[in-house]
């Protein structure tokens, strides 16, 4: 079947990095993306990568590796608004798109 | 990026009743679009896809009868969640791709009665 794994919960303290990591088994792969969502509003879009590599926007990183069907976003200087659910997916080709469980970030002051 | 709008936000029906919800691409034409439902803290489960001037392709275990899309154009695609019962109570997204990237509306929360 197709799956895609990621931690359930995160716990970090404001101004702090925080790596939530994706692993995915998928029969086709176009892209792997990210979306936060706050409780009670709708996903908003993050970052996309369809190749290897960094893909930088502000304060948010994402990272893709094919070969080990691995990716993750990184969230740099932590802020309570960061506080939320964040869902990686994958565009599998054809117009579908896998999502994952979701990890619950919480941050400290 | 993409924007989608979807209305209403939150709708409060009684049991029997049928509810619709909108979904519209404002800035690009969407002739693919994708309807969610979301039970709290779990992830979106894709209900169907809608696709303009043609029948909705459901996934498994989704009730054609109960829940019908009707994609008319390319900016507008609807859900209407017919004859709604309590266990139908839940949080509908829709979403559109642009670029191969998903857009979502801001949501539906449907509480039934």
């Known amino acids: 079947g197709q799956s895609l794994e990621q931690p359930s919960e995160v716990t970090a303290v404001e101004g702090a990095i925080v790596q939530i990591n994706c692993t995915y088994q998928?029969?086709?792969?176009?892209?792997l993306s990210w979306y936060q969502q706050h409780d009670g509003g709708a996903p908003t879009f993050l970052s996309y990568n369809a190749l290897d590599g960094l893909e930088e926007t502000g304060r948010f990183s994402s990272f893709l590796s094919r070969s080990d069907s691995y990716g993750y976003l990184l969230l740099q200087e932590l802020q309570m608004k960061d506080s939320a659910s964040y869902f990686c997916a994958v565009n599998t080709g054809g117009f579908k798109t896998i999502f994952g469980a979701g990890t619950r970030l919480f941050v400290k002051a | 990026g993409a924007v989608v709008s979807q209305h209403p936000s939150w709708v409060i029906c009684k049991s029997g009743t049928s509810v619709k919800i909108e979904c519209r691409s404002l800035?690009?034409?969407?002739?693919?679009m994708f309807w969610y439902r979301q039970f709290p803290k779990q992830s979106l489960m894709l209900m169907a896809t809608s696709n303009e001037g043609s029948k909705a392709t459901y996934e498994q275990g989704v009730e054609k009868d109960k829940f019908l899309i009707n994609h008319a154009s390319l900016t507008l695609s609807t859900l209407t969640v017919t004859s709604a019962h309590p266990e139908d109570s839940s949080f509908y997204i829709c979403?559109?791709?642009?670029?191969?990237?998903?857009?979502f509306g801001s949501g539906t929360q449907l509480s039934v009665l």
């Open positions: 800035d690009f034409q969407a002739t693919t």
């Open positions: 998928t029969s086709g792969f176009y892209g």
């Open positions: 979403s559109a791709m642009d670029n191969e990237k998903l857009f």
